[in-house]
């Protein structure tokens, strides 16, 4: 074959295998959505097929050839063609050395795990999790070993989210946080709170799936090729630029929980409908990090979700599905509302001020399992500990402590800290975004198409062309720098409770 026919044998495999993860993506949503609970362990195996044959897809003598030979000659591509190759090589010179019967394993322990991680948040119930995470914890120890032999194992699962990332760096930037924010946090606590007694409920489900809609117009997501469902922990899955689902959780006693996930998905699914479609059948159609994803749920979500002009522009309709709850309450109060900082148990509820606690929390713990300083049977007793520690209240059960995220379940371990990271991006990444766009007056007429074609431009349309340094360093002209998140959590909150 000469370069021209690799090439296009490149192209073609790439297509095999966006379809492959097609495949198995859909039968992870449908796993999570409708699924009858007795089918868990017949879906689990077929999930452990699928993996392995993406699996042999990918370290397939043939494709290792090619491969190979297209890494050596890659000064010689074009520019998403070398970074394909070179995206797809590191994956297999790290997945040749991982057995493929451990592959298979680690899918089918984890869709189990996941099965039982809900029953125990449902039952209130960790011992039903427990053998389940224990193994899924050996396993990625057996994993990191594998594709890193000798390195550290935690550092190693970091690496998996956000390339590049070790403790090392992300010790320094959680202690300014804990520095900067937990003294605010305390100023914060002992003003005088707004009043949140109109957010108590009850609100008709029915009403609430209204709202979804309509935020989600407003937002401006293409709903031919985004849908939204229901699951216990809400999320983002994408099978292809022309199809990513969204999920969130109504309570009937919560209107912003349903409200904010909404808002926070949609900024994950415009994200990925947006990528340019010449990377369509490319490894590289897709976000560029989870942090990088992050910053673009957070930045609407809070950032222009959470403001007072987007505030402004949603409560009318707020007010008209939920007169009664409403009655008296202006946009104003709505807006101090939403914006309350309590120290609170559930991480995707947490307010703007506290969330990186949460994180950090989580942080904590996985980092000492994989120094092999915690068992599993001390984890929800640790986990009370620490949130009494950094937040300072008390957990009264384990669904709404330590059972209560998915990510663990799905075997993601060194996942949560690109949570916080992501948030810290999202701040720089407004501030350079408000030089160039009047985000206020998109609040005011209700139409983002500028907020949405500035974030195509920077970010959206780039997938994973670009590392997440780089990104940042092209969307805001510097490079990371935390202290715009402190800052703009400061300028809010002494705003906010200045009164
Ligand atoms: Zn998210």
Sequence with gaps: MNLEEKVIALKEHQKK??????????LFYDASTSMPPGAAQSMSDTMGVISGEIYSLTVNPTFQTLLHDLYAQREMLDFQTRREVEELHLEQEKMKEVPKEEVIAMEEAQNLANYNWETAKKTNDFSVFAPHLEKLIAMKKRYATYINPGGDVYDTLLNEFERGMTKAQMDPFFDALR???????????????PDTSFLAGPFDIAAQKALSDYVMDVMGIDKNRCILRETEHPFTIEFSKDDVRITTKYLEDDLTSNLFSVVHESGHGMYELSVDDALRFSVLGAGATTAIHESQSRLWENYIGRSLPFCKLIFPKVKELFPMQMEGVTAEDFYRAVNVAKPSLIRTDADE?????????????EKRIFAEELSVSDLPAEWNRLYKEYLGIDVPDDARGVLQDAHWAGGAFGYFPSYALGTAYSAQIYEAMRTAVDVDACCEKGDFAPVRQWLTEKIYRHGMLYTAEELIEMTCGAAFDPACYVTYLERKFSTLYAR
């Design 17 to 26: 295998l966006k379809a492959y993860n097609h495949a198995s993506s859909l």
């Design 179 to 193: 520095k900067n924010l937990v003294p605010l946090i305390k100023v914060v606590g002992e003003a005088a709170q």
């Design 353 to 365: 001020l506290t969330y990186a606690l949460h994180v950090m929390v989580r942080y904590e713990l």
